[in-house]
């Protein structure tokens, strides 16, 4: 089955720098990619997704790039502000099931 | 309709004891998910539901596990002779299918502590 894997576990950035989370997943039959961002007490909330037609997609300061053949993902967030600061989530869906297999998240710190 | 709903947020209960969760979706949402989430990792997909089918089943969901949909609607999932191990957050999502790669809209969870 699909397994997916993330980078850093933690990351800790100045308010108004930029954060960069990397995942790489292993199914090459996987065609879509959504990032998740959790906060304390609430479950994830889908805030970007990239699906495999696609290399990147932007959505005012998140921006999500694909390459299929390493089977990479990247999440960018430009700008930061204290209120991202969040576990997130990168994800990949098994094609054969349509179910969405997490990787194990990054803690972002974003230090005013 | 104001999202995916879980009921109770907390669960507090003794090894052995049986416990229910209840997750009420979306309601033109016709799929629905079951996670778990233990502290400091991902979720971890259970079962999911399609209307009252259910298409999969985890190797984590052991025998003790249960999980029903009755008529589409909302699910329960049943955990029989509670084990510390069970101790998670228990995360419900649903999505509308129709479309390849639909979005999961999660639930607050139900956090299991198991004594």
């Known amino acids: 089955g699909e397994n997916v894997e993330q980078h850093p576990s933690t990351l800790s950035v100045q308010e108004g720098d930029s954060a960069v989370i990397k995942c790489t997943y292993s199914d090459s039959a996987s065609n879509y990619f959504p990032w998740y961002k959790q906060e304390l007490g609430k479950g994830p909330q889908l805030i970007i997704d990239?699906?495999?037609?696609?290399g990147e997609k932007k959505d005012q300061r998140i921006a999500v790039t694909l390459n299929k053949t390493a089977k990479h993902f990247s999440l960018h967030i430009t700008e930061t502000q204290p209120e991202d600061s969040a576990v997130y989530f990168c994800?990949?869906?098994?094609?054969?099931?349509?179910?969405?297999?997490f990787g194990p998240g990054t803690s972002l710190s974003v230090i005013p | 309709d104001t999202g995916v709903s879980q009921n109770p947020r907390h669960k507090i209960t003794k090894r052995g004891q049986n416990v229910t969760f209840r997750c009420d979706p979306i309601s033109e949402h016709n799929r629905l998910y079951w996670y778990r989430q233990t502290l400091g990792q991902g979720p971890e997909f259970l079962t999911y539901f399609q209307n009252e089918a259910q298409l999969e089943k985890s190797r984590l969901l052991s025998d003790r596990f249960s999980a029903e949909r009755p008529k589409g609607s909302f699910s329960t999932l049943e955990i029989q002779r509670t084990e510390q191990g069970d101790s998670a957050m228990y995360l419900c999502a649903s999505s509308q299918s129709g479309q390849p790669n639909e979005k999961l809209f999660f639930g607050s969870g139900t956090q299991l502590s198991v004594l």
């Open positions: 990239i699906r495999s037609n696609v």
């Open positions: 994800a990949a869906t098994e094609t054969s099931y349509d179910k969405v297999i």
